[in-house]
């Protein structure tokens, strides 16, 4: 098995390496801004320890990695417009459309889409961008209500973060070919999996979750989701070490 | 064989009873306010058409034609936004950011791309979903070059406009069962369709070709298209009446 710090390594040399479509022309170095900077790539690690324990080579899942990170990149490219969350730095840079203008950061978001969605067509199973399509619109959902002051503060972060969390374990689990009727435990760890990490960046923004059960209420609420979460993982008859891991440092983390 | 005029209804028909996600929630609105106001349907008329040319029920073809129209719609939407081409008006209607805000606007061209995949992975086979993910990824090439004041005129209307003309062929072709190897004429077709619609676009615009060549010139280029694509038709041994009707409809519309 590999470690979490191993598969990440996997992902940034994948996602290094990657050729995109060269119908895109110099549209691809605003594309490849927008995904450098060092994310923690949790969406691709939690897609290739899944596919991992549930027996199959991390390498058979790494498309279907790849394409997560693309959709959250997406995600972050609109979400930071001036419409939107104007927000003007992503970890520590200027965010794409500062860096790049306006108009091209909504194609380069409109084409990290397209591109997730060719790597995931690469499976002969149409199940992977399936999964990875409707999360995405789940994940749309969860931005209309954020931009909509909604008031169901869980349905918003089910969409807006538990979509692409669910879709990391669901992608992985067709690409190892695990049938469906077998897939409900890994889906519940994932659920679960989502809420803890939203509820931790919650903790650490001082926003969401903390606005309404404050911060030690907050960090209740993570450690309960985070024992859900192990206690799912034990149910499966699998090695999923790499996963508790991964629960571990979602836990604790500080960034 | 059904006309173009009732193939369009049977477009019209689908689009109305669409379902889209229920995560999608009132964003909905924004996007059937973008798909309605009576555009031409030409995309998913042809793809019907060529479904039936080559044999099969346009029945069996309509979801792809219909995530066709779905990914022109969101292309309209983008394109539209202030940073864009900044239009107010599509079809004489308030465009989608002037009727529901620039980050709904934003939100409903992304979940409209995304609705698009989703119905085209319907079929078993994802060569439906990729052929329309790959123009689409053209499309965007093409838009980025149209921001980007490229000198490449003719390589501009290829991806911008040319692309989502092949993969309604394309698609219908996948969907209808038709062997790789025996598209290549269908292509071709579609190639000069997508030229002969951007020529006279450009004759009732005043604009794009008519800057180099002139009305006169333009119209002569138009025909000149029409005629290869009545041309490759013909070596088409299949009942190609309803695309000969489409070609002839093209270089004689006024709007």
């Known amino acids: 098995m590999r470690t979490a710090e191993e598969l990440r390594a996997l992902v940034e040399s994948s996602l290094m390496d990657m050729k995109l479509s060269p119908e895109l022309g110099e549209l691809s170095g605003a594309m490849r ?29 790494l498309a279907a990695a790849v ?28 965010s794409t459309h500062i860096q790049w203008g306006e108009a091209v950061a909504i194609l380069a978001g409109d084409a990290l889409f397209g591109e997730a969605v060719r790597l995931a067509l690469t499976y002969s199973d149409p199940a992977v961008a399936r999964e990875l399509v409707e999360a995405t619109l789940g994940m749309i959902g969860g931005q209309y209500l ?23 374990v669901g992608m992985a689990l067709a690409a190892a070919g695990v049938p469906r009727a077998k897939q409900a435990p890994w889906r519940l760890f994932a659920e679960e999996l989502g809420l803890l990490f939203q509820l931790v960046d919650d903790i650490l923004d001082r926003d969401g979750y903390v606005l309404v059960h404050g911060v030690e209420g907050t960090r209740k609420l993570a450690e309960e989701a985070g024992q859900r979460a192990k206690d799912l993982l034990a149910e499966i008859p699998a090695d999923t070490s790499v996963l508790e891991e991964i629960v571990a440092g979602l836990v604790t983390r500080t960034s």
Chains 1, 2 share one sequence.
């Open 33 to 61: 801004y927008a995904l450098a900077g060092g994310g923690k790539r949790i969406r691709p690690v939690l897609c290739l320890a899944t596919a991992e324990a549930a027996g199959c080579e991390p390498e058979r899942a």
């Open 146 to 168: 954020d931009i909509t002051a909604a008031s169901d503060l869980a349905e918003l972060h089910r969409l807006k973060t538990g979509r692409l969390f669910t879709a990391a």
């Open 67 to 94: 394409a997560l990170e693309l959709v959250h990149s997406f995600s972050l490219v609109h979400d930071d417009l001036p419409a939107l969350d104007d927000d003007v730095e992503r970890r520590g840079q200027p």
